[in-house]
């Protein structure tokens, strides 16, 4: 069983939908928490004393860096990231989207989670290891109309963190992007009011069993950091609708 009192975990975009779902989750097991968000002041209720949030623009490296200094600091150690700050945007075909909210989807989802895995690993390299979990989606395994500049990213976070692993796994570092579909998330919202409830336009639609609940996809975060045996790396773990695994040879974290 995973002692997680010693656990020491940082987590990007913890202040809404997924992040902050992880946060609540590893905080209860008794993990030491820091996350970040945009807003000045932490936005959601922090039930556990163990829990520190921290403001943090994902975009600007030099933020990031000092996030997780800080972080790393003041727990004494890292020993897991889960890395799931993004944004989305209007549902469009490509050439209708404005280069300037490509830029932007860029830089947060892609560029965010390189800046945030620099400095995590930094970080993890003289402790010995630990584990990162990147949050991709299924577009990043099956592409859909109207969201190209998101799909794009997701692509990329994929590809980045199998990279990433190849680069540390002999240092005892474990990486893996989770690709979960539609979750019960205010970006879900968001993305609904936006579609005007024409499903067409949502990513191909709702796959069966979705939206998943945002705990069940934490869940899967935390046993990918939490079990120290269990050894898979640069994987794109796919999930179904429900957030259930869809490949057998990886059902063991869980």
């Given at each position: 069983m995973t002692d997680w009192t010693e656990h020491k975990i940082i987590v990007t975009g913890g202040s809404s939908g997924l992040g902050a779902e992880t946060v609540s989750l590893a905080a209860a097991k008794g993990a030491a928490v820091h996350f970040c968000g945009l807003e000045a002041d932490c936005p959601i209720d922090l039930k556990h004393n163990s829990s520190v949030y921290h403001q943090c623009d994902v975009?600007?490296?030099r933020a990031v860096a000092v996030f997780i200094e800080s972080a790393v600091d003041e727990m004494g150690g890292l020993?897991?990231?889960?890395?799931?700050?993004?944004?989305?945007h209007h549902a469009h075909k490509l050439a209708d989207i404005r280069p300037a909210m490509v830029e932007d989807v860029w830089r947060t989802n892609v560029m965010g989670v390189w800046f945030a895995m620099r400095h995590q690993i930094k970080a993890m390299l003289p402790l010995g290891g630990g584990a990162i979990v990147n949050v991709a989606s299924?577009?990043?395994n099956e592409p859909a109309q109207w969201m190209a500049a998101y799909g794009m990213s997701k692509y990329a976070v994929a590809g980045m963190s199998e990279t990433a692993a190849l680069d540390y796994r002999d240092n005892g570092i474990r990486i893996n992007a989770v690709s979960p579909g539609p979750v019960r998330t205010p970006m879900l919202e968001r993305a609904l009011e936006d579609v005007g409830g024409d499903l067409s336009k949502f990513a191909g639609g709702f796959p069966e069993g979705g939206p998943a609940e945002p705990h069940v996809i934490a869940d899967i975060f935390l046993r990918l950091i939490g079990d120290e045996k269990f050894s898979v790396t640069g994987e794109n773990i796919l999930l179904n609708g429900d957030g259930s695994l869809r490949r057998e040879d990886i059902k063991t974290i869980g």
């Amino acid at each position: 069983m995973t002692d997680w009192t010693e656990h020491k975990i940082i987590v990007t975009g913890g202040s809404s939908g997924l992040g902050a779902e992880t946060v609540s989750l590893a905080a209860a097991k008794g993990a030491a928490v820091h996350f970040c968000g945009l807003e000045a002041d932490c936005p959601i209720d922090l039930k556990h004393n163990s829990s520190v949030y921290h403001q943090c623009d994902v975009r600007d490296e030099r933020a990031v860096a000092v996030f997780i200094e800080s972080a790393v600091d003041e727990m004494g150690g890292l020993t897991g990231a889960v890395n799931a700050a993004a944004i989305s945007h209007h549902a469009h075909k490509l050439a209708d989207i404005r280069p300037a909210m490509v830029e932007d989807v860029w830089r947060t989802n892609v560029m965010g989670v390189w800046f945030a895995m620099r400095h995590q690993i930094k970080a993890m390299l003289p402790l010995g290891g630990g584990a990162i979990v990147n949050v991709a989606s299924i577009l990043s395994n099956e592409p859909a109309q109207w969201m190209a500049a998101y799909g794009m990213s997701k692509y990329a976070v994929a590809g980045m963190s199998e990279t990433a692993a190849l680069d540390y796994r002999d240092n005892g570092i474990r990486i893996n992007a989770v690709s979960p579909g539609p979750v019960r998330t205010p970006m879900l919202e968001r993305a609904l009011e936006d579609v005007g409830g024409d499903l067409s336009k949502f990513a191909g639609g709702f796959p069966e069993g979705g939206p998943a609940e945002p705990h069940v996809i934490a869940d899967i975060f935390l046993r990918l950091i939490g079990d120290e045996k269990f050894s898979v790396t640069g994987e794109n773990i796919l999930l179904n609708g429900d957030g259930s695994l869809r490949r057998e040879d990886i059902k063991t974290i869980g």
